[in-house]
């Protein structure tokens, strides 16, 4: 069967992302399917602020601040990212099959459509949207609830992730006629199911992320063919997003010193912070995470792989506006019946606390939705 995937996969800097991209695509096409990536750009698709209110909030000096602070920050990561490739870009082209068509816009998806016999949307956050403005991302969500289709494809989503533990019935309503067309529908955190249930869609199973489907070996496969880095010493490894969390990253340094550890720190998502980081490329991070004494972490794939891996981590709880993201860490806390693996800035001691670990499976049904 041909698979179109729409997920996320433009990032220079989060390995999770692409990492995810490629798993499922690897599961899929392991499998006798000839799954590829379809080339989307949701950022052309977003929705400008009208005019007026971009005037309104040019003449708040409060605002205005805010908005050449943000600027400011965007030259420096991409500046960043110029003096220390990751090389993001050559793991997409020898690892990810991707359309031959790029997809700047919604309306080029649905003008030509890219020919398959069913389009998978997940996993990551792909259902994550500002939901108190769908006006502004309404094109966006319609592209990742696969509203481009013909009605002989099949629409399927696996582990789909919302994001976030609640939606405006406004959102609602204008995804529920979306979800209606699907002929199977996964998430990847357990509230995620309460949500397609409030979009009239009750049937959603509740699923592993794909990079799980896969065993470590996959993932060993992938730095021992490459060159990469070592780590001659004992080392922990802080990998740190820069989604909102109230933690002392000192912290973690102190506690490796008391462990005679050295600190690898990596970044992504933009984090810039002054402190000497690693800059990995993704065989490199696979490998940090797999040779690691400890991991800590505010990634959710970050805290997928060290289970994987089998390590002993611990993971920085958000807070916040990002707080309802928790549910992903939970979800998975529960799927892999390692217990809770929180740390703060005054306890690391679920670091030394071993766990077992549950196996993972595909369900029966998603298999189905793909045969029949």
């Given at each position: 069967m041909k698979i179109g995937i729409m997920t996320f996969w433009w990032s220079n800097d989060n390995?999770?992302?692409l990492l995810q991209c490629y798993a499922l695509q690897k599961y899929l096409r392991d499998r006798g399917h000839d799954a590829f990536l379809i080339r989307y750009n949701w950022e052309n698709d977003l929705k400008q602020t009208p005019f007026l209110i971009r005037c309104a909030k040019a003449l708040n000096p409060v605002l205005l601040y805010k908005y050449l602070?943000?600027?400011?920050?965007?030259?420096?990561v991409q500046k960043e990212q110029s003096l220390n490739s990751r090389h993001f870009d050559d793991f997409r082209s020898r690892y990810i099959l991707q359309s031959k068509d790029f997809y700047p816009t919604y309306s080029a998806l649905k003008e030509n459509p890219p020919?398959?016999?069913?389009?998978?949307v997940g996993s990551d956050q792909v259902?994550?949207?500002w939901f108190e403005n769908t006006n502004r991302f309404y094109r966006q969500l319609h592209a990742y609830f696969l509203n481009f289709s013909?009605?002989?494809?099949?629409?399927?989503?696996?582990?789909?992730?919302?994001?976030?533990?609640?939606?405006?019935?406004?959102?609602a309503s204008e995804i529920a006629p979306l979800l209606k067309k699907f002929d199977y529908i996964s998430v990847r955190e357990e509230s995620g199911v309460k949500l397609c249930a409030d979009c009239g869609r009750k049937d959603a199973e509740w699923v592993c992320d794909p990079?799980?489907?896969l065993s470590a070996e996959k993932y060993r496969e992938i730095y021992k063919e490459n060159e990469i880095r070592k780590i001659e010493k004992p080392f922990l490894l802080l990998y740190m997003l820069s989604n909102q969390c109230n933690f002392n990253i000192q912290k973690a340094f102190d506690f490796a010193n008391s462990k005679g550890l050295e600190v690898v720190y990596v970044t992504g998502n933009g984090v810039i912070d002054g402190r000497k980081k690693y800059f990995a490329t993704i065989p490199e991070w696979l490998y940090l995470v797999d040779n690691a004494e400890y991991v800590i972490s505010n990634s959710f794939h970050c805290a997928v792989f060290s289970t994987i891996f089998h390590k002993q981590f611990g993971i920085v709880k958000l807070f916040g506006t990002a707080a309802s993201m928790n549910a992903r860490f939970n979800s998975l806390f529960d799927l892999r019946g390692c217990g809770e693996r929180y740390v703060n800035n005054t306890d690391f001691s679920v670091l030394e606390k071993s766990y077992e670990i549950k196996a993972v499976s595909v369900s029966d049904k998603f298999f189905k939705a793909l045969a029949e």
């Open positions: 390995y999770g992302q602070l943000n600027k400011k920050h965007i030259v420096d020919e398959a016999d069913a389009y998978i259902w994550n949207y013909s009605e002989k494809t099949k629409r399927i989503s696996y582990a789909a992730s919302w994001g976030v533990t609640d939606i405006p019935k406004k959102a990079t799980l489907l």
